[in-house]
């Protein structure tokens, strides 16, 4: 069983369309809170991002926000986290995340919630390190993901063992028993 000190939440810095992913949001994080799980972040205040951060905030735990220096004014950085680490650029905000991280977790987002979650999920295929990683499945928002996942293994572009490494639940509290549960496959040729 993997024991987590902090989950990176990568997620959008806007709320979308729907109310239930800041539910689903609150609903994380404060699972996270009660597991006594840190939260690491983007380090926004808006969307998504802001959502998470105040939440945890609200109940006392730790928030870990990084954000790169050139988006603290667009993404508004959150001053009132325990600590806000602001980075030269985004390929430090992701390493940093991920080093300050026990395993990761995708929320609804856009293509930068995707850049993240790919970077972490191509890391764990090459071996990279062993940090489970996970989707929270919100309202089956990550459905055609899931698909073109299937696709690529169907097609013989990727390997059943290496997209199984990428768990996906609609339950947030599921997530992340199963996350807590991973055993990485013994590692494979990815070609």
Known sequence: MNTFNRIAVYCGSSKGIHPHYEQAAIALVQILFNKGIGLVYGGGNVGIMGIIA??????????????PRSLMDKEVGHTGIT??????????RK???FELS???????????????????????????????CGVLNVSGF?????????????HQFLKQEFKDMLIFNDDAEQLINQLENFKFPQVLKWY
């Open 83 to 92: 600590q806000q680490i602001v980075v030269e650029n985004m390929h430090q």
């Open 142 to 154: 990550y459905e055609p993901l899931h698909n073109l996942l299937q696709h690529m293994v169907d």
């Open 95 to 97: 390493a940093k995340m």
């Open 54 to 67: 105040d939440e945890m905030i609200r109940l006392g735990g730790e928030v870990i926000g990084v954000i």
């Open 102 to 132: 026990d395993a990761c977790i995708a929320l609804p987002g856009g293509i930068g919630t995707m850049e993240e979650l790919f970077e972490a999920f191509t890391w764990s295929q090459l071996g990279f390190h062993h940090k489970p």
